[in-house]
C-alpha cells in the first residue's frame, strides 16, 4: 500500500547501475528548503543542480527507488562492462545542453555504430539500403515523400519556438490530425505508410492520435526533420551514446546533490499561500519558497493542488497523454551483423519491432541490437507475458538479420505503459485542439509552482536535451523569485 | 495535507440540500465488505444499491464531504423551497432508468417552462424563434443544417451501440475531429457555427477537441440527435426537472445504504491477488472480492494499481478528458421573462453564456435562469474572482432578457474545472484515435476491478441516466462472480 510505499528504503539505481547508499531515505516528519523539486529525472535534476550552485537549498523528492526517470539502465549480463538503456538511448550533435552537462560530469559519448547498410522491411520483403529515404516501391512515392519532408520542414519553420500555437494558421493546423493531413495531402499508400513509421518511431503514438500543429512543433523543437529521423551517423538525434548508460547522467548528478535528494517519496499534495509552499509526501511535510514539478503533465495532474490550479492548467494535465512504448534489448557474443556488411537499423511496416539500432557497447562485444515497439504494437505486446514477448520480438529482428538473431544469449525489455511513475514513452503529446487551447498553460507558473520537464522545453522537446533545458529554465524563474 | 483530508468529518450534501448525520465518518482501520464501490455519484450509488438488494454486503468510498458528483444541489437563498442545480439538471422521456428510479425513490418530475419563444443571438442580434434550427440567416444554412442532422443520424444509427469502434469505416470516422469533418462537409460558415454551438453545449469541449466518430457515438447513445439539443417540452433531453434537485435522487440513494458509506475517503490505491482485492484510503484498508470503481476515467487514473492495470485500460485514463464548464444561476423575484412571451431558453454564438434555460421551481416562484459556459468560455472564466464572473454571465443574460435579467438577487455559480474530485464537466470525451483503440477497454474488467460512469454507458452516454446504467451494469457484473 501507498503509505508503506513511502517508507521503503530506495537506492539511486536499479538493476546493476552504480548505488548510492547514502542517499537512501525513510525520511518521515518536516523538512524545509528553499525550493523543491518534484521527481529526480534530468529535468528535475538539472533543476536542483542549478539551485544548489547559486547557494539556495534544494531538495528533491523522487517518487520510485531510483533516480533517472525515463533514463534507465540495466545490466547486459554477466561480465559485460556496459549497460542497456531501456528508456533513453542516443545524443545528437545539436544537443549542446545534454552534450555540455555530460562532459561537465566526465561522462564521455562514443558514435553509434553506423557503417553499413540499413534494412527496409515492407510487405514481407527485406531491402538493404542506405540514405535517408528508403527503398519503397514507385518514383511518385519517392517523390511525395521528398516533398513532404520539405512542406514539413517549411510549415514547422514558421512556428514561433516558444509559442507556436500563436502561428498565423495555429487554429487551422491544430484542427487536425496527422492522419488526416496525411489523407489530404499524400496520394500514395508508401508515402502514408512511411509517415505513419515516422510518428511511431519519434513519439510512439499512431498518426490518428496526434495534432498536426503539434507535430509540426516536435519538428521545430528538433531543428528539421531530418534531425529527428535521421540514420545514425548522419547528424540527427540518433548520432551518439553515453558510456555506461543515460541513466549514469542522473546518478552523476544526484550524488552532487550530497542527500538532497529523497528516493520512494511520491508527492501526493502542493499547498501555496502568501508565506510559502508546503509539499506532501505520505511520511513527509516539506516547506519551500519555490516547487518545480519536474514530470510529465499527465503525471503532474495526479498531484492535488491547493489552491486549485487555474482551469487551463489543471485542463492541460488531461490533456497529454503519453506514447506506448516497449524497448526489446537482444544481447548476443558478437554483432554478427556488422559482418555481413549491415548496421543493425532496420525500419519496418510489420511488428511488433518496426525500428532497430546496434546498441552494442563502444568496444562492441557484446553484441546488442535494440528494437523499438510504439504505439498499437506496444499496447498489443505489453500485457503478454515475458516468454511469448521475448518470441514475437525475436521474430521481428529474424526478419531483418536473419536466423543467428533468433539466439541471443539474453533477452530483456523494458514494458513503460506498464510503469506507475511513468504511464508511458517516450513523451506527452498533443492531441488536435490541445496546443492551441492550453499550449499557454505548459510553462506559466501557477503561484509559487513553476514547471519542467522535457515535454515543456522549447528546443529538443521529449529528448534529453529538452529535459536539461526545461529544468534550467525552470529553475531560473525559481531563483529569480527567491 | 491529504492526510488530514482522510479524517475530516463530512456531511452527506453540501449546501442547503438534507443532511444525513449518520453517515459521517471518521474511519480509520480495517474494514471488509463483498464489494467496495469508489464514488457515490449516481453510478456508484445505483451499483451499491444492486448489491445490497442482491443481499451482499457493500462499502462506497467517496473522496468528497459530499454524495452525488456531479449531482450538486445548492440553496436558492433564504426562504426559496427548491435548489438551483449546479451540474446534472434535466430528465428527458427516454431516459427511463433515471425516471424508473426517481419514481422508486418517491422523487416527482415537472415539465421544464417552455411556454413561448426562444431567443437566437447571433452576430450580436437577438431574434426570437420557435423550432429546433434558430433562424440562421440564409436558406443554404438551413438546408445544410438540416442535410447534416440526417447525415449525424444516418451515420450515428450504423454504429453498433455496444462497440462503436467496430463500425465499418470505425478507423475512417475516428481519425478526424468534428472540427475536420465541418470544413470537408459544411460549405456555409453558419452552419458550421451552429454544430460548434451545439457541440459546446452538448459536450462543453470545442469541435477541434473531439472525434467524430466519438460524438456519432453519443449521438447513437441518445437515440439521435433531436434527443440531445430539442428544446424544453419538445420531447428531448431536457423535458423535465427533478423535485428537490437532482442531488437528492444521490441523497434517497445513500440514505437507503443504511451507512454502507463513507465520506472523505479519497481512494489511492487499489491492490488485487487470486484471494482478493484490498482498498487503501488514507486512513482504511478495506479488503473485498469486488471494486467497482464508479469514476470518470481520467479520475480513475489517479489511484495507482497493484499490479498495474493492462497498457490499454492505463492509457485510455490518459486520454479522456473532461469538458470544462461553468454552470451560472441567477434569481430573481418572478421568472419576469415569461410575461414577455420567452421561455427563458436562449442560443447564442458569443460567451461567455452561450445557452440558458429556465430553471426556476414548479411554482415558478423565484425566478430562475440557468446559464451554460463552456469550453474555452468557461476556462476564460474559470479563473476570475466572483464579482467578474457575475458580471460577465449576467452581461450575457441581459442581451438576450434584457436590463432586467441584470439586477438579479441572488447569483451564484459552480466552477467545475476547479473541483478537485471532478476536474471538469459534464463527461469524459475522446479525441481521435482515442475510441477505436483504446475504446475496448472502457468497460472489460481487469481482474476484480469493474468500471463505472457515465463515460462507460452505451445508452444516454454523460447523462444521469447512463450512470444509472453504468452502475447496474457493473453491479450485475460483479454479482455474477462473487
Known amino acids: 500500500m501507498i503509505t508503506r510505499r513511502g517508507f521503503v528504503t530506495g537506492a539511486l539505481a536499479g538493476g546493476a547501475a552504480a548505488v548510492l547508499p547514502e542517499s537512501a531515505s525513510a525520511a518521515t516528519g518536516r523538512r524545509s528548503a528553499d525550493v523543491v523539486v518534484v521527481g529526480a529525472g534530468l529535468a528535475g535534476l538539472s533543476a536542483a543542480r542549478d539551485i544548489r550552485r547559486s547557494g539556495r537549498s534544494v531538495l528533491v523528492l523522487e517518487a520510485r527507488s531510483r533516480v533517472g526517470g525515463r533514463c534507465l539502465s540495466r545490466s547486459l549480463g554477466p561480465g559485460a562492462a556496459d549497460v542497456a538503456n531501456m528508456g533513453a538511448t542516443f545524443v545528437g550533435p545539436t544537443q549542446h545542453r545534454i552534450r555540455t552537462l555530460a562532459r561537465e560530469l566526465g561522462i564521455g559519448l562514443f558514435p553509434t555504430y553506423a557503417r553499413g547498410n540499413l534494412i527496409w522491411f515492407q510487405n514481407g520483403r527485406r531491402t538493404p539500403y542506405r540514405g535517408l529515404i528508403p527503398p519503397v516501391p514507385g518514383a511518385q ?3 511525395e515523400i521528398a516533398d513532404a519532408t520539405v ?6 519553420a514558421t512556428l514561433p519556438a516558444d509559442a507556436p500555437w500563436k502561428a498565423a494558421k495555429a487554429r487551422a493546423l491544430d484542427s487536425l490530425t496527422v492522419d488526416t493531413w496525411a489523407q489530404q495531402n499524400l496520394s500514395s499508400p508508401e ?11 519519434v513519439l510512439s503514438v499512431e498518426p490518428r492520435d496526434v495534432s498536426w500543429l503539434y507535430f509540426l512543433s516536435y519538428v521545430r523543437a528538433a531543428g528539421g526533420t531530418s534531425q529527428l529521423v535521421a540514420n545514425a551517423g548522419s547528424g540527427g538525434a540518433q548520432d551518439f551514446r553515453v558510456r555506461g548508460g543515460t541513466q549514469g547522467i542522473a546518478i552523476a548528478l544526484a550524488r552532487r546533490l550530497h542527500g538532497g535528494l529523497l528516493l520512494s517519496q511520491p508527492v501526493r499534495q502542493i499547498d501555496q499561500d502568501a508565506h510559502g509552499a508546503r509539499v ?5 511535510e516539506v516547506s519551500a519558497e519555490r516547487v518545480i514539478v519536474a514530470i510529465p503533465p499527465h503525471l503532474a495532474g495526479r498531484i492535488l493542488y491547493s489552491p486549485a490550479l487555474p482551469a487551463l492548467r489543471s485542463q492541460l494535465t488531461q490533456r497529454m497523454p503519453i506514447g506506448s512504448l516497449v524497448k526489446t534489448i537482444a544481447v548476443y557474443d558478437r554483432p554478427f551483423w556488422r559482418a555481413q556488411g549491415l548496421n543493425g537499423q532496420a525500419n519496418s511496416d510489420q511488428g511488433p519491432v518496426k525500428v532497430t539500432f546496434d546498441a552494442s557497447p563502444a568496444g562492441g562485444r557484446p553484441g546488442v541490437l535494440l528494437g523499438f515497439v510504439d504505439g498499437d504494437d506496444a499496447r498489443a505486446l505489453s500485457d503478454l507475458p515475458l516468454p511469448e514477448r521475448r518470441r514475437l520480438s ?13 539466439r541471443p544469449r539474453r533477452y530483456i525489455d523494458q514494458v513503460w505503459d506498464k510503469e506507475t511513475y511513468t504511464g508511458g ?4 503529446v498533443m492531441p488536435p485542439g490541445v496546443m492551441t487551447e492550453y499550449g499557454p498553460a505548459l510553462r506559466r507558473p501557477c503561484g509559487r509552482i513553476h ?14 536535451d529538452g529535459a536539461v533545458q526545461s529544468g534550467e529554465r525552470a529553475a531560473a524563474e525559481a531563483l529569480s523569485r527567491l
Open 141 to 143: 512515392a519517392i517523390a
Open 151 to 156: 512542406e514539413i520542414d517549411r510549415l514547422a
Open 191 to 201: 508515402a502514408r505508410a512511411l509517415l505513419a513509421v515516422v510518428i511511431e518511431g
Open 280 to 284: 506532501f509526501t505520505d511520511s513527509l
Open 394 to 406: 525475436l521474430g521481428s529482428y529474424v526478419r531483418y538479420f536473419g536466423p543467428e538473431a533468433g
Open 425 to 428: 514513452c517516450p513523451v506527452g
Open 451 to 464: 514547471w519542467a520537464g522535457t515535454e515543456t522545453a522549447t528546443t529538443w522537446t521529449g529528448y534529453m
